[in-house]
């Protein structure tokens, strides 16, 4: 397994003067790094290709920045979800600019959509016609896309590894994954293995934080279990850390995170590395105590 982080461990934003946490993950002893795009960030991506190939780090690109809400390949509006397609396929092609091996997040809609009614009956099968397109247009150009199913509080789409697949197969196109998140896992489902193993075909990775978004151990994951099943399942998973850097002035606030468990990035991948590693190598149960900060 790889393991990598997200940026807003350290930041809010990407600029060009955020190049360093290429060389910031290296140091830690990470293999991929996932930056945040949208509509507020200027992707130079020339210098970032270079950068993560002298380092051999993995890049990977997921719209968590400024995402217009009406780009959504979802949406009841025709023209919505044409500009959605449009979108999408601006960072994509800038992903494989940068030399990115996925573009990944909630793309089949929009995170903070969330229509309480009964689903028209060609909601599904107009995401899924607009996904298809999406990942056949990340094929030719050498980039994975890969969906995140995320909790009921933030999509009425896909909240489950079942779903997940249940797009897939409708949408129908060999360059289609899933990525699991751990955060969003834990209010939708019982079972972790299972939800491995729903996936395993499909899995390409998994976002870990802890249920309160804070360093994995000594929260409500089922740490053992969960990596047991994907070392037997999908061993190949790549596994970023994530949660919200809560140090920076209203940043973790403004994502709806109110308390302080990220208050340094660094500190927060050594101990996670640091038990997720322990556990992966553990003939026995995880530990119930969460990690210090080193």
């Not at 920076?248 to 606030?253: E, S």
């Given at each position: 397994m790889k393991f990598g982080a997200h940026i807003f461990l350290w930041t809010n934003h990407w600029s060009d003067a955020s190049l360093p946490l290429l060389d910031r993950a290296h140091s830690l002893g990470l293999s991929a790094l996932e930056i945040a795009v949208g509509d507020d960030v200027t992707l130079a991506t020339t210098p970032v290709r270079q950068r993560a190939q002298s380092l051999n780090l993995d890049l990977v690109l997921s719209p968590g920045s400024d995402w217009p809400m009406l780009a959504d390949i979802s949406d009841d509006n025709p023209a919505n979800r044409a500009f959605g397609l449009q979108w999408h396929q601006h960072w994509i092609d800038l992903a494989a600019d940068a030399g990115a091996i996925a573009y990944t997040g909630a793309i089949y809609g929009h995170p903070g959509q969330v229509r309480r009614r009964t689903p028209p009956p060609d909601e599904l099968p107009r995401t899924a016609e607009n996904l298809h397109h999406l990942a056949q247009y990340a094929s030719e150009r050498n980039v994975k896309l890969v969906i995140e199913p995320m909790s009921h509080f933030r999509t009425h789409l896909i909240n489950t590894p079942k779903q997940a697949m249940h797009l897939l197969n409708l949408a129908n196109h060999p360059n289609l994954q899933i990525l699991l998140d751990t955060y969003h896992l834990i209010t939708e489902i019982r079972d972790f293995p299972a939800a491995v193993q729903t996936t395993a075909p499909r899995l390409w990775g998994l976002h870990a934080c802890e249920n309160d978004?804070?360093?994995?151990?000594?929260?409500?994951?089922?740490?053992?279990?969960?990596?047991?099943?994907?070392?037997?399942?999908?061993?190949?998973?790549?596994?970023?850390?994530?949660?919200?850097?809560?140090?920076?002035?209203?940043?973790?606030?403004?994502?709806?995170?109110?308390?302080?468990?990220?208050?340094?990035?660094?500190?927060?991948?050594?101990?996670?590395?640091?038990?997720?590693?322990?556990?992966?190598?553990?003939?026995?149960?995880?530990?119930?105590?969460?990690?210090?900060?080193?």
């Open positions: 978004r804070g360093v994995p151990g000594g929260g409500l994951v089922p740490w053992k279990l969960l990596l047991q099943s994907l070392q037997q399942s999908a061993p190949h998973s790549h596994i970023f850390l994530e949660s919200y850097n809560s140090s920076l002035p209203d940043f973790a606030v403004r994502r709806g995170m109110f308390h302080n468990v990220c208050p340094d990035g660094d500190a927060f991948v050594r101990s996670a590395l640091r038990f997720l590693q322990q556990t992966l190598h553990s003939p026995q149960p995880a530990s119930t105590t969460t990690p210090a900060p080193s």
